[in-house]
């Protein structure tokens, strides 16, 4: 028995501890959705499936440039798709006419449940207009549509991050700052270029130059150094630039926008006699 007791007490131990190693795994729930730590803006349902729509940081649809990520779940079992094929197309009605507004087309991420684009408001929408969001999306040959009335807002900081304007060779275009972090130094800043082809379609628009020319009003309309123009990078689709701020507080960045020619297409220079382009961002910090 001396012998045995011993080995008995071990035996006890180590069971012991497999058990209580079981238990404590047991309880674990694995969070499978890739995107539980981003914001649902929306869910548009139907009978048969569900599509999600999520924003890594925003808190709502807003005017300007949206990253969105979008899930397609299966209502009978609960489950999400991966690679679908999905299309897209924000309208926005109002009491005399609809348009759509600049999206890229959606594609899948790493993750093959989870798929990706953006989307640039132009407007908010009131208590008669408003925006619809459409989504079509194909499974193993089978087409699904469905859509939902969204809203859109206004930033909360009321700062301009998109413009629509007619240029001086009468296109209309929208030119939309991509999202920033400002900081007193000099910043990546780039924005995206599109023309209203139709009420439908807006392509990008390619190879021509904004220069900037950042200004603090409330400082005597003063300046930055070292600030570059935004010229068209093809790999990324956008323009990108650097912006110098020195200081934090609130900046108008004015803007030139010249085409291939170098031909003016809106904005104007800041000078003793004209304190602000007619084509400008706005941010504050």
């Not at 780039?190 to 390619?206: D, G, H, Q, R, T």
């Not at 005597?220 to 123009?229: A, K, L, Q």
């Not at 291939?260 to 941010?283: A, H, P, Q």
């Amino acid at each position: 028995m001396k012998t045995i007791r011993p080995f008995l007490i071990a035996l006890t131990l180590i069971l012991g501890f497999s058990s209580c190693s079981d238990s404590e795994d047991d309880p674990i729930i694995i969070d499978d959705n890739p995107l539980s730590d981003y914001v649902m803006l929306t869910a548009i349902v139907s009978n048969t499936h569900s599509v999600e729509i999520y924003s890594e940081a925003q808190q709502a649809f807003t005017v300007g440039y949206n990253e969105l990520f979008l899930r397609i779940k299966d209502e009978s079992s609960d489950t999400y798709i991966s690679n679908a094929d999905i299309s897209w197309k924000p309208m926005m009605h109002m009491t005399e006419m609809m348009h759509s507004c600049p999206t890229s087309s959606i594609s899948v991420t790493e993750n093959a449940s989870v798929y990706k684009g953006y989307a640039v408001f132009q407007m908010p929408g009131n208590s008669e207009e408003y925006w619809e969001m459409e989504v079509e999306f194909t499974i193993d040959g089978q087409s699904y549509y469905v859509s939902e009335h969204i809203e859109v807002t206004a930033p909360t900081d009321g700062n301009q991050r998109v413009s629509v304007f007619m240029g001086s060779d009468e296109t209309r275009y929208v030119l939309a700052m991509m999202p920033l972090e400002p900081e007193v130094a000099v910043n990546d800043i780039a924005a995206m270029l599109f023309k209203m082809e139709n009420m439908i379609s807006f392509p990008i628009v390619e190879n021509y130059r904004v220069n900037i020319d950042p200004r603090m009003p409330g400082m005597g309309n003063h300046s930055s150094p070292n600030n570059e123009p935004l010229v068209y990078d093809a790999e990324s689709k956008s323009y990108q630039g650097k912006l110098s701020l020195t200081m934090t507080g609130y900046w108008k960045i004015n803007m030139i926008l010249k085409n291939e020619s170098s031909e003016v297409i809106k904005g104007e220079e800041v000078t003793d006699d004209n304190e602000s382009s007619s084509l400008y961002f706005e941010l504050e910090f």
